[in-house]
């Protein structure tokens, strides 16, 4: 299960710094209370700390034994948010640490998705996934709130991407 944790971790990395031509630009108007969006292509945010990476795929990206491994469908038309706190600590690359994390996933029509997380932990390794329907060339925009555990701020990231699926 490590191996497949690892493989999750790689995917995610590497898919981390991509975005998809149509994903909003950063700067966008954002509600009152809600941070404005990220720069399309940034996948991690810092606040003092801690850091707060965070991504959204196609899960047909991901490998069959990843999907498999947690239990999620592979396809163009289905999405994977995979959020993670890393506290940072110096000469290292940080630790993961585990937290309340929630979502609201959105699309520009304001439907909201199901978008329930659940954490994953394998070893030192904490992810919250969730993984849900998405239509093609569908713009959703992602309001992630994190409170790392033994924490009392909340960290928030707000993000689009743009999914096509067939």
Known sequence: MKKILS?????????????REGD????TAAPAGRPQAEAAGVASKDFGDYVVHFNAIS?????PE???AYNIVRSRNRALLNVSIV???EGTPGQPVGGSVAALVANDTGQVKDARLREIR???AVYYIADFAVSNAETLVFTVDATPINEAGRF???FTRTFYGD
């Open 156 to 158: 928030s990231v707000r």
């Open 24 to 27: 909003a630009p950063a700067g």
């Open 122 to 124: 394998e070893g030192e």
């Open 59 to 63: 899960t047909d990206q991901l490998t």
């Open 66 to 68: 990843v999907a498999q």
């Open 7 to 19: 493989a999750l971790a790689v995917v995610l990395a590497m898919l981390a710094g991509c975005s």
């Open 87 to 89: 506290k940072k600590i």
